[in-house]
C-alpha cells in the first residue's frame, strides 16, 4: 500500500500529524481512484481532531511552496502544492432532517465519518500516522466490492439516500463513470426513494448529468435514471422518447434507445459535452410531432424545429447555461437532418453551400452528429450511408475551399443598397439582400463584389427600383 503513498506530501502530513499527536487518513475518492489506477490530484484528509491545525502545520512545514487557505465556518483548511490540492477536515458525525440534505454535524471516530460515507468503495481510509503508515482501514468490504465492480452503501441504503438523495445521482454517476453495478439492495433503494431527488438543487442534479454525458458510455447512466424512476422526475422530456407504438401493424423505433445509441456512438469521437447534449437532444421534439397515417405511416415532420423550440424552456428549468451554450446545441439540433437528406439525393453545389452557411464553424460537429444518428439494424444501409457521407464530406471541403462560404457576409450590405437606390429601410431592401445571398449560395453568381453589385441592379430593376 506504501507504494501508493509515494508523493512526498504524505510524509509531510504524516510527521505533522505525529508532531500534533493527531490521529490522520487519507480517506474517499483518492484511496478508491489509487486502487482503480485513476490519478487524482484532489486529496481528502480526515484528522480525529483538527484539520485546520494539521493543515497550517503542513503548511508551514511546506514554506512559500504552498498555499493555506482557512475555511473557520466549515472547520476545514485547504492546502495547495502545485497542481496538488488536499483538503483537511475533523472526523465528524452526521445527523439528518427530513427537509435538507445539510446534516447537523458533530466532532466523530473515524468510523463515524466513514458510516456518513455514500458508497463502501468511497469509504477507503489509509492510515498516515508514521507507525500505521500506509494501513488500510475498510470497514464495510469496500475493496471486494471494487474487485467485483460493484456499488453500495455502507449502511442501511433507504437511510443513506434517504438523509442525502443526491447520493443516488452520485451513485447512478458513478455507475456510468466507473463501469459498475448497483448491488440490487442499493439500487431498489434509489428507486423506493426517488421522490427525495425534490430536496436537491438543480445545479447539483446539473452537475452530476454532466458528469454522465462525459463518461465513456453515457447509455449506461440514463438507462438506469429511467430504470429507478429518477429520469421522469428530473427529465420528463427525455422519458417522453422510451416506447415503440404499433398502429395497423406498423411500428416506431423506440426514439430513447435510439438517441442513447447516437449519443454512445458520438462519445467515440468527442468530449465535447454540448456537442453530447445535442445528440442527448436532438430528437427531443419527436413526440410531441409524432402523428400517423395510413398512407404514410409514423412521421415525425419538423421535430427538428419543435425541438429546437423546446430546449430554452428545458435548459432554464435543468439550470443549465442559457447563452452561447443553449444557442450551440439548438442550432445542432435544428439542423442534424440535413446533411442525412443531402447523403440521400443527388448532392448538388448549392444544397451544399446552404448548408455550410447555415452550419458555419459548427460545420464538423454537425456532421460527426449526423454521422452518429445513423444507426439502423440493417448493415447495407448504414454502409451505404457512410460511403454517401463521406462523398458529402469531400463535397463540403471542395466547396469551402472554392467559395468560403463558411463564414459568409453577404458583399453588400442592406446599407450600400439603401444608398444606391435612395431608399429608406424596408422590406424592398431586406428582398434585394436576400436575392443577393441566395444567388450566391445557388452559385448563379461568384461571391465577389462587382458581380453581386450587378446582380443587384438587375434585382431592382425587376422590383422595379430605380436608382
Ligand atoms: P469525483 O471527485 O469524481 O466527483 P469523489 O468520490 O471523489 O468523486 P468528491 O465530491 O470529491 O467525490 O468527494 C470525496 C469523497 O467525499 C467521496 O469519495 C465520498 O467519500 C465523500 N462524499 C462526497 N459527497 C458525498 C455525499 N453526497 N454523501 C456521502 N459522501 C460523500
Ligand atoms: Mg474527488
Redesign the pocket.
Same mark, same amino acid.
Given at each position: 500500500m506504501k507504494d501508493f503513498l509515494q508523493n512526498k506530501i504524505f510524509n509531510i502530513i504524516s510527521e505533522a500529524a505525529d508532531e500534533q499527536n493527531q490521529e490522520c487518513y487519507v480517506? #474517499? #475518492?483518492?484511496v +478508491? @481512484?489509487i486502487f482503480l489506477n485513476r490519478p487524482?490530484k484532489?486529496i @481528502?484528509v480526515v484528522v480525529v481532531g483538527s484539520g485546520i491545525e494539521l493543515a497550517k502545520r503542513v503548511a508551514a512545514k511546506l514554506g512559500k511552496k504552498a498555499n493555506l487557505s482557512v475555511f473557520k465556518n466549515f472547520g476545514t483548511a485547504q492546502v495547495k502544492l502545485n497542481d496538488l490540492e488536499v483538503e483537511f477536515v475533523g472526523a465528524r458525525r452526521e445527523s439528518y432532517q427530513r427537509d435538507s +440534505?445539510n446534516p447537523i454535524v458533530e466532532d466523530g471516530t473515524l468510523e463515524d465519518d466513514q458510516n $456518513? $460515507?455514500? !458508497?463502501t468503495i468511497?469509504?477507503l481510509a489509509l492510515c498516515l500516522n508514521k507507525d500505521r503508515f500506509g494501513e488500510l482501514v475498510d470497514p464495510f468490504g469496500g475493496i471486494e466490492d471494487l474487485k467485483n465492480f460493484v456499488l453500495r452503501t455502507p449502511l442501511n441504503p433507504d437511510i443513506t439516500f434517504s438523509d @442525502?438523495p443526491? $447520493?443516488m445521482m +452520485?451513485g447512478i454517476r !458513478?455507475s456510468s463513470?466507473l463501469g459498475f453495478f448497483l448491488e440490487s439492495n442499493t439500487f431498489d433503494a434509489i428507486a423506493r426513494n426517488k421522490e427525495r431527488i425534490e430536496i436537491i438543487s438543480k445545479e447539483r442534479i446539473a452537475e452530476e448529468l454532466n458528469?454522465i454525458i462525459l463518461s465513456r458510455k453515457p447509455s449506461i447512466g440514463f438507462i438506469l435514471l429511467e430504470k429507478t424512476g429518477l429520469l421522469e422526475l428530473i427529465f420528463p422530456e427525455l422519458l417522453a422518447l422510451k416506447g415503440a407504438e404499433t398502429k395497423d401493424g406498423v411500428g416506431h423505433k423506440d426514439n430513447f434507445y435510439h438517441t442513447l445509441a447516437v449519443l454512445d456512438g458520438l462519445c467515440e469521437h468527442t468530449d465535447n459535452l454540448w456537442l453530447r447534449w445535442a445528440a442527448l437532444l436532438h430528437d427531443i421534439g419527436k413526440p410531441r410531432s409524432k402523428r400517423f397515417d395510413a398512407r404514410m405511416g409514423w412521421t415525425f415532420h419538423n421535430h427538428n424545429f419543435v425541438g429546437e423550440k423546446m430546449l430554452p424552456e428545458i435548459f432554464k428549468r435543468m439550470k443549465l447555461p442559457t447563452n452561447e451554450k443553449l444557442k450551440y446545441v439548438q442550432k445542432l439540433v435544428t439542423l442534424h437532418m440535413r446533411p442525412i437528406v443531402l447523403s440521400e439525393e443527388e448532392v448538388t453545389d448549392s444544397a451544399i453551400r446552404r448548408l455550410l452557411f447555415d452550419a458555419g464553424d459548427d460545420i464538423d460537429d454537425l456532421m460527426m452528429l449526423c454521422e452518429a444518428d445513423i444507426t439502423s439494424k440493417n448493415p447495407d444501409k448504414v454502409k451505404r450511408f457512410r460511403s454517401n457521407f463521406q462523398l458529402v464530406r469531400k463535397k463540403l471541403k471542395e466547396i469551402e475551399e472554392k467559395d468560403k462560404v463558411r463564414n459568409f457576409q453577404p458583399p453588400i450590405s442592406g446599407q450600400e443598397i439603401m444608398e444606391t437606390f435612395n431608399l429608406p429601410a424596408c422590406a424592398t431592401v431586406g428582398e434585394i439582400k436576400m436575392r443577393i445571398k441566395d444567388a450566391i449560395l445557388d452559385g448563379i453568381i461568384p461571391n465577389e463584389y462587382e458581380a453581386a453589385k450587378k446582380y443587384m441592379s438587375e434585382v431592382a430593376k425587376e422590383l422595379g427600383v430605380n436608382g
Amino acid at each position: 500500500m506504501k507504494d501508493f503513498l509515494q508523493n512526498k506530501i504524505f510524509n509531510i502530513i504524516s510527521e505533522a500529524a505525529d508532531e500534533q499527536n493527531q490521529e490522520c487518513y487519507v480517506i #474517499g #475518492g483518492f484511496v +478508491r @481512484d489509487i486502487f482503480l489506477n485513476r490519478p487524482s490530484k484532489d486529496i @481528502d484528509v480526515v484528522v480525529v481532531g483538527s484539520g485546520i491545525e494539521l493543515a497550517k502545520r503542513v503548511a508551514a512545514k511546506l514554506g512559500k511552496k504552498a498555499n493555506l487557505s482557512v475555511f473557520k465556518n466549515f472547520g476545514t483548511a485547504q492546502v495547495k502544492l502545485n497542481d496538488l490540492e488536499v483538503e483537511f477536515v475533523g472526523a465528524r458525525r452526521e445527523s439528518y432532517q427530513r427537509d435538507s +440534505r445539510n446534516p447537523i454535524v458533530e466532532d466523530g471516530t473515524l468510523e463515524d465519518d466513514q458510516n $456518513r $460515507r455514500d !458508497f463502501t468503495i468511497n469509504a477507503l481510509a489509509l492510515c498516515l500516522n508514521k507507525d500505521r503508515f500506509g494501513e488500510l482501514v475498510d470497514p464495510f468490504g469496500g475493496i471486494e466490492d471494487l474487485k467485483n465492480f460493484v456499488l453500495r452503501t455502507p449502511l442501511n441504503p433507504d437511510i443513506t439516500f434517504s438523509d @442525502d438523495p443526491l $447520493r443516488m445521482m +452520485r451513485g447512478i454517476r !458513478f455507475s456510468s463513470q466507473l463501469g459498475f453495478f448497483l448491488e440490487s439492495n442499493t439500487f431498489d433503494a434509489i428507486a423506493r426513494n426517488k421522490e427525495r431527488i425534490e430536496i436537491i438543487s438543480k445545479e447539483r442534479i446539473a452537475e452530476e448529468l454532466n458528469k454522465i454525458i462525459l463518461s465513456r458510455k453515457p447509455s449506461i447512466g440514463f438507462i438506469l435514471l429511467e430504470k429507478t424512476g429518477l429520469l421522469e422526475l428530473i427529465f420528463p422530456e427525455l422519458l417522453a422518447l422510451k416506447g415503440a407504438e404499433t398502429k395497423d401493424g406498423v411500428g416506431h423505433k423506440d426514439n430513447f434507445y435510439h438517441t442513447l445509441a447516437v449519443l454512445d456512438g458520438l462519445c467515440e469521437h468527442t468530449d465535447n459535452l454540448w456537442l453530447r447534449w445535442a445528440a442527448l437532444l436532438h430528437d427531443i421534439g419527436k413526440p410531441r410531432s409524432k402523428r400517423f397515417d395510413a398512407r404514410m405511416g409514423w412521421t415525425f415532420h419538423n421535430h427538428n424545429f419543435v425541438g429546437e423550440k423546446m430546449l430554452p424552456e428545458i435548459f432554464k428549468r435543468m439550470k443549465l447555461p442559457t447563452n452561447e451554450k443553449l444557442k450551440y446545441v439548438q442550432k445542432l439540433v435544428t439542423l442534424h437532418m440535413r446533411p442525412i437528406v443531402l447523403s440521400e439525393e443527388e448532392v448538388t453545389d448549392s444544397a451544399i453551400r446552404r448548408l455550410l452557411f447555415d452550419a458555419g464553424d459548427d460545420i464538423d460537429d454537425l456532421m460527426m452528429l449526423c454521422e452518429a444518428d445513423i444507426t439502423s439494424k440493417n448493415p447495407d444501409k448504414v454502409k451505404r450511408f457512410r460511403s454517401n457521407f463521406q462523398l458529402v464530406r469531400k463535397k463540403l471541403k471542395e466547396i469551402e475551399e472554392k467559395d468560403k462560404v463558411r463564414n459568409f457576409q453577404p458583399p453588400i450590405s442592406g446599407q450600400e443598397i439603401m444608398e444606391t437606390f435612395n431608399l429608406p429601410a424596408c422590406a424592398t431592401v431586406g428582398e434585394i439582400k436576400m436575392r443577393i445571398k441566395d444567388a450566391i449560395l445557388d452559385g448563379i453568381i461568384p461571391n465577389e463584389y462587382e458581380a453581386a453589385k450587378k446582380y443587384m441592379s438587375e434585382v431592382a430593376k425587376e422590383l422595379g427600383v430605380n436608382g
